[in-house]
């Protein structure tokens, strides 16, 4: 692997741990505007808290501050929206605009099993043989639709798939036996968090697909859908980096929550007292 390469995946993987808090915000790209992200001012205290940034380049030029210090990697499929045939994705943002936008990697997803299977996989082939030539990582997302078997077979063999072809990174969900996953894998893989789940169910799932060998996550709903995103952001970094479990997790998620109530509990004195004046 080249320098460039290497550089790159230091920015989305932290050197100290080898791991990864990656937050996604690109829900959008096929959702419209999701829950959480309907304005994306909501978004920006939680970015210098993530190692990585997953969005598309639209929301990065109109919403995010070009002087982050989080790295970015940049969603560059799209095409279809969740009303349509979701396989029917194309490369929709060039090399040279990643390069442009400084990313640290791109992403797209695969949909192995699904109608346009062959495309989305020769897409991968083709966005990662251009990406080679700039030094640029490529994460493969595996496994988005309702319809999949999100279980250790298929699962297992969409990551397969994506790292056979060379990706450098597969992003997928957490199953049963995820470490059979994992070791089929040779590249690393985090996790997609999926649809929102009560806050102790999302961290469980966290600490368990780290200890069965995932190199982090690349979560959306279960932070910016919390009623505290930026306490399940410091929980989840809690067990992704410094091996917390997930009860230690919850109890930094609540900690987060309360300072949350305190600070409106505040504001809305302040405005009461506004209105006297
Ligand atoms: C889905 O297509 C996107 O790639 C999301 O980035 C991914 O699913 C992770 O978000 P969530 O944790 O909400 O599933």
Do not use: W
Request: charged share 25%.
């Amino acid at each position: 692997m080249d320098f460039g390469i290497k550089n790159r995946l230091s920015k989305i993987f932290s050197p100290k741990t080898g791991r990864t808090v990656m937050l996604a915000v690109d829900h959008g790209y096929f959702q419209g505007p999701t829950t959480g992200l309907r304005d994306m001012k909501n978004i920006v205290p939680l970015v210098p808290q993530a190692d990585c940034l997953f969005v598309t380049r639209g929301i990065l030029r109109t919403s995010i501050d070009p002087a982050t210090g989080t790295s970015i990697c940049l969603r560059v499929s799209g095409g279809p929206s969740i009303l349509g045939e979701l396989s029917n994705e194309d490369i929709t943002t060039s090399m040279e605009e990643a390069l442009r936008l400084n990313a640290s990697g791109v992403g797209m997803s695969i949909f192995v099993g699904a109608k346009n299977e062959d495309r989305t996989i020769s897409n991968l082939g083709r966005l990662i043989n251009e990406a080679q030539r700039y030094g640029m990582p490529v994460l493969a997302i595996t496994a988005v639709g309702k319809e999949m078997a999100r279980d250790g077979r298929y699962l297992g063999l969409a990551c397969r798939m994506a790292a056979e072809i060379g990706a450098n990174i597969v992003k997928t969900y957490y199953c049963e036996d995820f470490h059979k996953v994992v070791e089929g894998c040779p590249v690393p893989i985090v996790i997609a968090g999926g649809k929102k789940l009560p806050e102790m169910d999302a961290l469980q799932m966290t600490e368990d697909a780290i200890r069965a060998g995932a190199r982090g996550v690349d979560m959306g709903r279960n932070i910016f859908q919390s009623d505290s995103p930026a306490g399940m952001m410091k929980a989840v970094r809690a067990i992704v980096h410094k091996g917390a479990t997930a009860r230690e997790a919850f109890d930094i998620y609540q900690a987060g929550r309360k300072k949350a109530s305190a600070a409106e509990a505040v504001d809305e004195n302040e405005n009461k007292n506004m209105e006297k004046v």
